[in-house]
Each structure stands twice: as structure tokens, then as C-alpha cells.
């Protein structure tokens, strides 16, 4: 059973439009969400993470929003440019214990000019 | 160099061959893993290693045996593996110990088993 979900495989968004990907979690435990994206023939790179004791986390064109109630993240790129085509990974992981974080299956962003 | 990087990028190996894959991480971290990628499916996580111990293994088959030989190095050994076994091999690392601590990725090694 999957503990994290990314329900759409993929994502069709214009260039300086916003993108929102989205998220779900399974495990009431996990309290770190990270977001990675991957380009082909690269490993994933850390993107932004938050902590369950935040709602919002905002970096430069980048947040992600937590709702801990409906254990469901989202991330949004706005404005969307086209070398932010990508995959985009969610993680989930706990605060206590040894780092090991459970991916989501990840969404393809295509952003065309 | 500079990140995580993983040798080999790319490896065919038949079912009998005995191979290693190589990764070496330089940020001064002390937790390292091994994750792999199959088409339409979540990373999954293979081993975790902190401080040079093994904390976990994810119900690896005995076919995939790691190797810590300090922080900075993990290898990934093979024998025997299966064509199921094709898939993106992804090393990573990170601090040690709680969770608040983002993973580094390297480049991954793409392995075909014919």
C-alpha cells in the first residue's frame, strides 16, 4: 500500500502560468514533506521542504502548502517556466529516528512557451 | 569533484556476472542509501547506512549486498540478479539521524540484466 500518493502522472501547464502539484499521505506519523525534481539522466534534487508544525513554506517561485487534516501537500510554481519542466517527487518522512523518506511515484511537468 | 557521484552511469550485466556499483558522496555526511527506480513505480528504498552501520534493509534480496567502508563510500554489489532487476540505481546521502535533513541524490546507474 502506497503512503504517498501523487494521483496525476502528469501535468500540462503554459509558460508563465502556475503549476500545483499535488500530494497525499497515508501515514499519520510523517511530519517532513520534501518535493524533488528530477530532469532525465540526473538523480532527484531537493527542491523545498516543511515541517508539520507549518502550513506554508515559500522559496523565490516555489511553496508548498500542507494541510495536515486532509494529509494532502501541494506545491506550487508560479510563474511556470519551461526549464521547470520536469519530475517532481514528493517525500515524506518522521522527525525522530534515522532519515528515510517514502516517495510518492512522482508527476511530469511539461511547462511550453 | 563535488555532490554524490556514482560509477557506473550506465552497466549490462548478464544473469551470472558478479559487479559493483560505486558511490561516493563529498559533503562531509554521515548517513548514506541506496534507492531504486523501476518504470512507473516510487524510489524504493533499498538500505540505509549511518555511520558505516547498516540500519536498515528493506527486504533486499541476498543478490544485492552492500558495502560501507566509511562515510564518504558505499558500494552496492551484484550476483545472480534478474532481469527484473533492470532498473535506475540511485545512491544518496545525508546527515545523520533525525529527519529533518534533506537527502543529496547522485546521477544514478542505469543497470540492464540480460
Known amino acids: 500500500d502506497q503512503q504517498v500518493k501523487q494521483n496525476s502522472p502528469s501535468l500540462s501547464v503554459q509558460e508563465g502560468r502556475i503549476s500545483i502539484l499535488n500530494c497525499d499521505y497515508t501515514n499519520s506519523m510523517f511530519d517532513y514533506f520534501l518535493w524533488y525534481k528530477k530532469y532525465p539522466a540526473e538523480g532527484p534534487t531537493f527542491l523545498i521542504s516543511?515541517?508539520?508544525?507549518?502550513d506554508k513554506n515559500e522559496d523565490g517561485r516555489f511553496t508548498v502548502f500542507l494541510n495536515k487534516s486532509a494529509k494532502h501537500l501541494s506545491l506550487h510554481i508560479v510563474p511556470s517556466q519551461p526549464g521547470d519542466s520536469a519530475v517532481y517527487f514528493c517525500?515524506?518522512?518522521?522527525?525522530?529516528?534515522?532519515?528515510?523518506?517514502?516517495f510518492g511515484k512522482g508527476t511530469m511537468l511539461l511547462v511550453s512557451p | 569533484e563535488t555532490g554524490v557521484t556514482q560509477t557506473p552511469r550506465h552497466l549490462v550485466m548478464g544473469m551470472t556476472n558478479k559487479k559493483s556499483l560505486k558511490c561516493e558522496q563529498h559533503?562531509?555526511?554521515?548517513?548514506m542509501y541506496w534507492y531504486k527506480q523501476s518504470a512507473k513505480k516510487p524510489l524504493e528504498l533499498m538500505f540505509v547506512y549511518n555511520f558505516k552501520e547498516q540500519t536498515e534493509n528493506n527486504s533486499v534480496p541476498s543478490r544485492f549486498s552492500p558495502e560501507c567502508p566509511n562515510s564518504s563510500h558505499l558500494f552496492l554489489h551484484l550476483h545472480t540478479l534478474q532481469p527484473e532487476d533492470s532498473a535506475l540505481y540511485l545512491c544518496?546521502?545525508?546527515?545523520?539521524?533525525?529527519?529533518?535533513?534533506?537527502?543529496?541524490f547522485g546521477p544514478g546507474t542505469r543497470l540492464t540484466v540480460t
Open positions: 517525500a515524506a518522512n518522521t522527525l525522530t529516528g534515522y532519515s528515510t523518506l517514502t
Open positions: 516543511i515541517s508539520s508544525i507549518k
Open positions: 559533503l562531509g555526511h554521515n548517513a
Open positions: 544518496a546521502s545525508s546527515q545523520a539521524g533525525g529527519g529533518a535533513y534533506e537527502q543529496y
